[in-house]
């Protein structure tokens, strides 16, 4: 079945840095997602990105899809205390996998103040 | 974007017993799902909820264990059965795609399971 695997599973920056996570699907998406999950909180629609090559930002936050429609990252510019969180990727596949999600591991995001 | 209610939001119970799980959403949708989320882990769909059709389930997730009822298109339901402590877990419901606002969860029942 389809898989996700995103990394790395923690990162642990200084206020200020810059942070990345990366997510590679086993199959071709139709597309993918992000989410964030507070500690103790539920997972919170960022983003979706369906076509190939596409790059959307939000603030400081980068999201890209790569062009095989396999891959994706996200990227957080000059990260702040409230970044802190764990970001999921999830895919999403065509035909018969619509509506389920394929999440990624998970990367868990520490900021030092 | 729709809002969900999920009710219990923890709960502890006895191996052997089972918990009923509810979400009850403020709009009418289509698809209703039903994950998984052991402590620190990823997310695993347990099954996707239809109404007025049979929920239908992921490999490793069987409809004995994990009933599901789905009775009108703003509720559904989610039983764990015969409880044992592997099954100590966050339990969360989902509705979408909503476009834009991609998937909106509940906020969890955390279940332990003693």
């Known amino acids: 079945g389809q898989q996700v695997m995103q990394i790395p599973q923690y990162q642990h920056v200084q206020e200020g840095e810059d942070f990345t996570t990366y997510c590679n699907s086993s199959?071709?998406?139709?597309?993918i997602q992000w989410y964030k999950q507070r500690p103790g909180g539920h997972p919170v629609f960022l983003i979706q990105?369906?076509?190939?090559?596409e790059v959307k930002k939000q603030k400081r936050l980068t999201f890209q899809f790569g062009e095989a429609k396999k891959n994706s990252s996200l990227h957080i510019t000059a990260t702040q205390t409230t970044d802190v969180g764990t970001y999921f990727c999830?895919?999403?596949?065509?035909?018969?996998?619509?509506?389920?999600?394929?999440f990624g591991q998970g990367t868990i995001l520490t900021v030092h103040p | 974007s729709a809002v969900i209610s999920q009710k219990p939001s923890r709960d502890i119970c006895q191996r052997g017993t089972s918990l009923t799980i509810q979400c009850q959403v403020d709009?009418?949708?289509?698809?209703m799902f039903w994950y998984r989320q052991q402590p620190g882990q990823s997310l695993t769909l347990i099954a996707t909820?239809?109404?007025?059709?049979?929920?239908?389930?992921e490999s490793g997730f069987v409809i004995d264990k994990f009933p599901i009822s789905r009775p009108n298109l703003t509720f559904s339901t989610l039983t764990v059965s015969n409880m044992s402590p592997e099954d100590s877990s966050i339990y969360l419901c989902?509705?979408?795609?909503?476009?834009?606002?991609?998937?909106?969860f509940g906020s969890g029942t955390r279940l332990t399971v003693v």
């Open positions: 990105l369906v076509k190939s090559g």
């Open positions: 709009s009418q949708v289509t698809m």
């Open positions: 199959t071709t998406l139709s597309n």
């Open positions: 909820a239809n109404q007025g059709s049979e929920a239908t389930y």
């Open positions: 989902s509705v979408g795609p909503e476009g834009i606002y991609g998937y909106t």
């Open positions: 999830a895919g999403e596949g065509g035909g018969t996998s619509y509506g389920k999600l394929t």
